[in-house]
């Protein structure tokens, strides 16, 4: 018993041994905390140019580093309190320059001052000229007389970039308004300058490379190497009131042509039939021309179509696919002599659109073909009837980015729907739509 009670009066002795030792540690560190020496973060500035700033450290007390935010994404970290530091700021603007200083208790005092650079560096300033080739109008002179010290340039314009030629000749083949930039780089800085241009006419001489076509001498259902044949009800997004069918009935190549027939006939409860031929995931492509050579059929209720979808409609759906619609037709008295050519994109999640629409002076679009074609690159889409532009639209701005992505074709002749409406007592069946041949080009 008595031995315990030893036992405990050294146990209770080395418990207030170590407390005792800990508030002097406590109390010690405190001491030197607040003991520690007084530093004040300081620094001045001074303009070498207009875009070349000097700082120098004016701090004041004892400190272990530095570091320095420049405010223009650069920073430094310096043990070495004398080193001052030259920063090129090439754009004009207000930048927040800070810097802050870290004891050996890895306390932190901080500076922060604001200097206005009042305009961009002048020793590159960027500027081209364009002149119309007076011997050819569908070329444009380019001359670079950008001054100041740059590592190189390019020309950007259509779908096209070219380097380093001071002097270029740009082509453009058909009629329009075309932006030409000019981008002069300097170290891992971009200076641009952009103009536009007009085209007045088409080139008569243009002459591109066919990609893709197809002529139709054959005899028998569409070559299946190229078109798919897709079939089905359901109203295909529009309450359209036909059938696809794969049958030849519907879609039927002979003599030379493509005849797609909408029938006043019952399949799978439907009154009506046709068809829709499509290039999805056998041929898509972006940029160039594309045309067909097509006689239209007439009456209420026809809705013949030529457009194309973006290739990865498969993935994001519709409208952020993208779509381009090189003739539309909706029938009627009114309708069978005037077509539409529009752009569909996504708008936050809803279809955004715009087109415009060309109407013959007279006859309709059944009398005799007629050639439909779209020109694409990648800042305009413009339309055509005959060879004749109707619509043109600015693709750059960056909420269609949709048109600069590759696309595939469709061609379907639909009965009824949203936009014009069931048949009447007026429509004569059977309608056809007569393609003589598909062609895309490009440059």
């Known amino acids: 018993m008595k031995q315990k009670n030893n036992i405990k009066a050294r146990r209770n002795y080395n418990y207030l041994l170590v407390i005792l030792i800990m508030s002097f540690l406590f109390v010690q560190s405190g001491c030197n905390k607040n003991e520690a020496p007084e530093f004040t973060p300081g620094f001045s500035y001074s303009f070498i140019d207009d875009n070349h700033v000097k700082f120098v450290n004016t701090s004041?007390?004892?400190?272990?580093?530095?570091?320095?935010?420049?405010?223009?994404?650069?920073?430094?970290?310096?043990?070495?309190?004398?080193?001052?530091?030259?920063?090129?700021?090439?754009?004009?603007?207000?930048?927040?320059?800070?810097?802050?200083?870290?004891?050996?208790?890895?306390?932190?005092?901080?500076?922060?001052?604001?200097?206005?650079?009042?305009?961009?560096?002048?020793?590159?300033?960027?500027?081209?000229?364009?002149?119309?080739?007076?011997?050819?109008?569908?070329?444009?002179?380019?001359?670079?007389?950008?001054?100041?010290?740059?590592?190189?340039?390019?020309?950007?314009?259509?779908?096209?970039?070219?380097?380093?030629?001071?002097?270029?000749?740009?082509?453009?083949?058909?009629?329009?308004?075309?932006?030409?930039?000019?981008?002069?780089?300097?170290?891992?800085?971009?200076?641009?300058?952009?103009?536009?241009?007009?085209?007045?006419?088409?080139?008569?001489?243009?002459?591109?490379?066919?990609?893709?076509?197809?002529?139709?001498?054959?005899?028998?259902?569409?070559?299946?190497?190229?078109?798919?044949?897709?079939?089905?009800?359901?109203?295909?997004?529009?309450?359209?009131?036909?059938?696809?069918?794969?049958?030849?009935?519907?879609?039927?190549?002979?003599?030379?042509?493509?005849?797609?027939?909408?029938?006043?006939?019952?399949?799978?409860?439907?009154?009506?039939?046709?068809?829709?031929?499509?290039?999805q995931n056998k041929f898509d492509f972006k940029y160039g021309r594309i045309e067909a050579k097509m006689k239209l059929p007439y009456g209420q209720g026809m809705w013949p179509a030529f457009w194309m979808l973006g290739a990865n409609f498969g993935s994001v759906g519709w409208p952020a696919c993208g779509e381009i619609d090189i003739m539309e037709m909706v029938g009627g008295v009114n309708g069978d002599k005037t077509v539409y050519s529009t752009l569909h994109w996504d708008n936050n999640g809803e279809n955004a659109d715009y087109g415009e629409s060309y109407t013959l002076s007279s006859g309709i679009f059944a009398d005799e073909f007629h050639i439909f074609s779209v020109v694409w690159d990648n800042q305009q889409i413009r339309a055509y009837v005959d060879n004749v532009q109707f619509f043109s639209s600015d693709?750059?701005?960056?909420?269609?980015?949709?048109?600069?992505?590759?696309?595939?074709?469709?061609?379907?002749?639909?009965?009824?729907?949203?936009?014009?409406?069931?048949?009447?007592?007026?429509?004569?069946?059977?309608?056809?739509?007569?393609?003589d041949w598909v062609r895309v080009y490009q440059d």
Do not use: C
Request: proline residues 5%; hydrophobic residues 30%.
């Open 60 to 279: 004041s007390g004892e400190y272990y580093f530095m570091t320095w935010d420049f405010g223009n994404g650069i920073t430094e970290t310096t043990t070495d309190q004398k080193e001052s530091f030259t920063i090129y700021y090439p754009l004009a603007g207000t930048y927040d320059v800070s810097l802050r200083l870290t004891n050996y208790y890895g306390e932190n005092e901080t500076q922060t001052q604001t200097i206005n650079i009042a305009q961009n560096d002048l020793s590159v300033s960027v500027s081209f000229t364009a002149e119309i080739d007076p011997d050819n109008p569908n070329i444009v002179i380019l001359t670079n007389t950008s001054t100041g010290q740059y590592d190189s340039f390019k020309w950007k314009y259509r779908n096209l970039e070219v380097e380093n030629q001071k002097i270029h000749e740009a082509y453009f083949p058909f009629a329009g308004d075309y932006k030409i930039e000019l981008i002069v780089s300097k170290g891992d800085l971009d200076f641009s300058d952009t103009q536009m241009v007009s085209i007045t006419q088409d080139d008569p001489d243009y002459d591109p490379t066919l990609i893709w076509s197809d002529e139709f001498n054959y005899t028998g259902l569409p070559d299946p190497a190229k078109w798919n044949m897709e079939t089905g009800g359901g109203g295909w997004g529009n309450n359209e009131l036909q059938y696809y069918t794969d049958s030849e009935s519907n879609a039927m190549v002979d003599n030379g042509v493509l005849t797609i027939t909408a029938r006043e006939e019952t399949v799978s409860g439907y009154n009506y039939t046709s068809a829709r031929i499509t290039t």
């Open 395 to 435: 693709i750059t701005p960056v909420a269609l980015s949709e048109f600069q992505n590759n696309f595939f074709i469709i061609m379907n002749l639909a009965v009824g729907g949203n936009w014009p409406g069931p048949p009447d007592g007026t429509t004569e069946f059977p309608q056809t739509l007569v393609v």
